[in-house]
């Protein structure tokens, strides 16, 4: 198994278990200690999206994958977008409250906004850890 596969599965389930414990954080009403576990989380996502595209177009340790892969591949990364996106926008909503219209919005329907994203951003992670089992 390559480097950045072994660096992707550690994300995945480190972020898979940041996600949970930030989940119950906020049920339990600790929203700084959840608040910052999600900046953790959003900014080392984007890391870890820029890393993976450096990697595809400068040919490190990846390479290519089979190419029966590429649609599985295109969709995992397409879907896993949104999440890293929605989290982003409502990150960035938190941090500039009663700034602007953009995070008003964001924090006016940040539970709403919160509960689909982490729902999909955790199959995201799982699809990551399957992508480190067939890749191998």
């Given at each position: 198994m390559s480097m950045f596969l072994i660096i992707s599965t550690a994300w995945a389930v480190t972020a898979l278990v940041l996600l949970a414990v930030a989940w119950w954080l906020v049920r339990v009403g600790k929203i700084v200690l959840h608040r910052n576990i999600m900046i953790v989380l959003t900014v080392g996502a984007w890391i870890f999206i820029l890393n993976y595209i450096f990697v595809q177009r400068y040919g490190?340790?990846?390479g290519p994958f089979p190419s029966e892969y590429v649609p599985w591949m295109a969709l995992h990364g397409s879907l896993g977008l949104?999440?890293?996106?929605g989290a982003?926008?409502?990150v960035v909503g938190r941090l500039m409250t009663g700034r602007n219209k953009f995070s008003t919005h964001f924090n006016q329907h940040h539970k709403a906004y919160g509960r689909t994203f982490v729902v999909v951003w955790f199959f995201t992670h799982l699809g990551g850890i399957f992508n480190a089992i067939f890749l191998r």
């Amino acid at each position: 198994m390559s480097m950045f596969l072994i660096i992707s599965t550690a994300w995945a389930v480190t972020a898979l278990v940041l996600l949970a414990v930030a989940w119950w954080l906020v049920r339990v009403g600790k929203i700084v200690l959840h608040r910052n576990i999600m900046i953790v989380l959003t900014v080392g996502a984007w890391i870890f999206i820029l890393n993976y595209i450096f990697v595809q177009r400068y040919g490190g340790e990846l390479g290519p994958f089979p190419s029966e892969y590429v649609p599985w591949m295109a969709l995992h990364g397409s879907l896993g977008l949104v999440p890293l996106i929605g989290a982003t926008c409502l990150v960035v909503g938190r941090l500039m409250t009663g700034r602007n219209k953009f995070s008003t919005h964001f924090n006016q329907h940040h539970k709403a906004y919160g509960r689909t994203f982490v729902v999909v951003w955790f199959f995201t992670h799982l699809g990551g850890i399957f992508n480190a089992i067939f890749l191998r």
